[in-house]
């Protein structure tokens, strides 16, 4: 459509911890800090605390302009306008009257 559409699985991360920024039209930069209570006696532990930070190559140029996001059970979704297509390669056909 017009529309790209990111979702991203973030368990631990509070909302208030993560940061979404478009790095230019085609990359979008997603960090989020995770944490997880301090206990004893885990013999295995699946999640960390740290910081997630990943980088997204989107298939299509987009606009901050109106974005959306929300962020539900630990699962983000961003949507991104696409960009309208510009003036083809070479410029543009001035006809003749």
Known sequence: G???IVVAELP???EETITIRLL??????ITARQTE???EG???RERGNG???RLIRL???????GAKTSFKNG????RLKKMKPGPEPGGKEIPIE
């Open 75 to 78: 699962v983000l979704e961003v």
């Open 24 to 29: 230019n039209p085609q990359t979008l930069r």
């Open 12 to 14: 631990g991360a509070e």
């Open 37 to 39: 209570p301090v206990g």
């Open 42 to 44: 885990y013999y295995i």
């Open 2 to 4: 017009d529309e790209v």
């Open 51 to 53: 910081t997630l930070s």
């Open 59 to 65: 298939p299509a140029s987009v606009t901050e302009g």
